[in-house]
Nanobody, 128 residues
Framework: QVQLVESGGGLVQAGGSLRLSCAAS????????MGWFRQAPGKEREFVAA????????YYSNAAKGRFTVSRDNAKNTVYLQMNSLKPEDTAVYYC?????????????????????WGQGTQVTVSS
């Protein structure tokens, strides 16, 4: 089992930045692909970013590209999402997710079904 805990959310003005962290306990994240998703009220959960376990393959949604950066520190069992130039439409609960062990990062990483473990989410609110 992998337990994931997100942190770093909060209230920020448009144009500001936040850095989300996802800390894992239980099993190691070092062989798992990791993803970030978000869900706004009344909307489906949507893909934000994903990173392979080596960190050499990264995917971003069109909304995140150029503004968000995903990274990981396997020694610390932690994944990060640096969010810059935030917009009100980025307001959502942000979730991190972990794949099964030794799962390569593929295009399926943009879908929630590619992940076996989820955190409880952290709220990000961007005011205009």
């Amino acid at each position: 089992q992998v337990q994931l805990v997100e942190s770093g959310g909060g209230l920020v003005q448009a144009g500001g930045s936040l850095r989300l962290s996802c800390a894992a306990s239980g099993r190691s994240l070092s062989s798992r692909s990791m993803g970030w998703f978000r869900q706004a009220p009344g909307k489906e959960r949507e893909f934000v970013a994903a990173i392979s376990w080596t960190g050499d393959i990264i995917y971003y949604s069109n909304a995140a590209k150029g503004r968000f950066t995903v990274s990981r520190d396997n020694a610390k069992n932690t994944v990060y999402l640096q969010m810059n130039s935030l917009k009100p439409e980025d307001t959502a609960v942000y979730y991190c997710a972990a794949s099964a062990a030794a799962s390569p990062l593929t295009g399926a990483a943009t879908q929630p079904r590619a992940y076996d473990y989820w955190g409880q989410g952290t709220q990000v609110t961007v005011s205009s």
